[in-house]
């Protein structure tokens, strides 16, 4: 039983073997031989080993099955089947490459792209504000000119252009005024007008926007704008108005000076008064405040080898200074009496009419040791930077004074009017000096008539000494404010 189902496989095989290669296919193979039912097992001496059979399952249709082997002949005695035709071979299409992965869609190309947009919205807005760019108007039914400065600036240069190719010495009479609701408002021409309307930027009435061409046919047409009127001027801030300070002020700052320092600190002391600078309405607090650094640039000057000058005021108002003359070298007696013997305001208190002023003097007197410890200061800055007593004060000082003294020269040196006169004798109404003025001989004959018909006198007659007393201090004599004094 085995031996046959042996032969019927090797006889399918040289069946199969017999067809050429490629011609042969799945479903011209001849049906397989049945299975037989399995065989009684043997002995198990005598059983041999056999692999199980399975029935093969036909290939796919559309795979084809080439076989390689060469043909072999036919076994003796073994039908020859007929070979059918070959078929043509079956040509499968290769297969699509794989489709590329789907992009992955981005968010950056999304906001470029609006950034792009927000950009040319942008420059187009631009354009049109200058210009560059015009839009329809649909209100109007035709293209209106931008607003903008360039668009402006070439209206009028086309209009300049178009009036001066027309004008003519007396200028022209426009026949046709224009589209006055278009054009530009009071922009006329400059001699004469345009003589042909313009539809889109003609002048408004035709007019002439500058006028004075005498012969402009049209100068009431079209009138211009008036100029705008500047704002009013803002009421500047006025300063506080500085109160008249008396004799009596003066010397009372003084006296409470003195009672404050130790008594072998006063005849030290020495003042110098701004009193009747700031009696003067007329010069203001920055110009006054520029006699304070002065004194100390002066004394600097004649005395460069003193390292530490006291120079500070005494009262609030800042109008009273005191110098400390250890300071400066200057402490010996006869130094400040250089100073007295060439001061033209000098007077002795203790019999002036006013009773507090002449007990003030008194004391003053006692306290500091001195004469008198107090000078103008604008005559000391004058006197003292000049020859004699800048010789005394400051012996190897150089004769060139600081930029800061030299400037004040000049406002001493003005003439001295009554107002000015009443002010540096300490008095409030100027009209008690021109009493005392008419009432003495002796003044009219030092020269102060000149003041009673609104004339002055000089600063040289107001101070001279020539005549053994100033005429300030006989004017302070007439006026019962002290007594003159000299000191030899």
């Not at 031989?33 to 080993?49: D, F, I, L, M, V």
Request: charged share 20%; net charge neutral; glycine share 10%.
């Amino acid at each position: 039983m085995n031996n046959d189902t042996d032969a019927d496989n090797d006889n399918f095989d040289l069946i199969v073997d017999s067809v050429p290669p490629g011609t042969l296919n799945a479903a011209q193979l001849p049906p397989a031989p049945p299975a037989y039912p399995p065989q009684q097992p043997a002995p198990p001496s005598e059983q041999p080993t056999y692999m199980p059979f399975q029935t093969l399952a036909p290939p796919p249709a559309a795979a084809p099955v080439f076989l390689p082997q060469a043909p072999a002949a036919p076994a003796a005695g073994m039908p020859v089947f007929a070979a059918a035709a070959p078929a043509a071979p079956v040509q499968t299409a290769p297969a699509p490459p794989p489709s590329p992965p789907a992009p992955r869609r981005s968010r950056r190309g999304a906001i470029i792209g609006v950034l792009a947009l927000l950009l040319a919205v942008n420059g187009v807005v631009v354009a049109h504000r200058y210009g560059l760019v015009t839009f329809p108007d649909l209100t109007s039914g035709g293209n209106k000119k931008s607003d903008g400065p360039l668009a402006k600036k070439s209206e009028e240069k086309g209009s300049k252009q178009a009036n001066n190719s027309t004008n003519t010495k007396g200028g022209k009479l426009n026949p046709n005024e224009g589209n006055p609701g278009v054009g530009n408002q009071g922009c006329g021409n400059a001699g004469g007008d345009n003589p042909g309307g313009n539809p889109i930027g003609g002048n408004a009435g035709g007019g002439n926007a500058n006028a004075g061409s005498p012969g402009d046919a049209n100068a009431g047409a079209g009138k211009p704008k008036p100029p705008e009127q500047p704002p009013p001027p803002q009421p500047q801030p006025q300063a506080k108005p500085r109160p008249f300070k008396s004799t009596r002020d003066l010397l009372a700052a003084v006296q409470d000076h003195l009672l404050k320092l130790p008594e072998q600190d006063r005849k030290f002391q020495r003042y110098f008064s701004l009193t009747h600078l700031s009696n003067d309405k007329g010069l203001t607090d920055k110009q006054l405040d520029q006699y304070r650094p002065a004194l100390t640039a002066l004394v600097r000057h004649l005395q460069p080898s003193k390292e530490t000058i006291s120079i500070e005021p005494i009262d609030p108002a800042r109008l009273v200074l005191c110098l400390d003359l250890r300071t400066v070298g200057w402490e010996k007696l006869q130094t400040w009496r250089e100073v007295l013997k060439r001061y033209p305001h000098l007077l002795v208190y203790g019999e002036a009419r006013n009773a507090e002023v002449a007990d003030l003097g008194q004391e003053i007197r006692e306290l500091s040791g001195s004469d008198m410890p107090i000078v103008q200061l604008d005559w000391f800055l004058y006197a003292a930077g000049r020859s004699p007593l800048r010789e005394k004060l400051g012996p190897d000082a150089d004769p060139q004074m600081p930029d800061a003294v030299a400037a004040l020269y000049q406002r001493y040196l003005r003439a001295v009017t009554l107002e000015q006169a009443a002010r540096e004798l300490g008095l409030a109404d100027p009209q008690q000096l021109r009493s005392a003025v008419q009432a003495s001989q002796l003044l009219r004959t030092h020269g102060l008539g000149a003041l009673l018909n609104g004339g002055s006198v000089s600063r040289q007659d107001w101070t001279s000494l020539a005549r053994t007393f100033s005429p300030y201090q006989e004017a302070a004599e007439q006026l019962g404010l002290g007594t003159p004094y000299r000191v030899d």
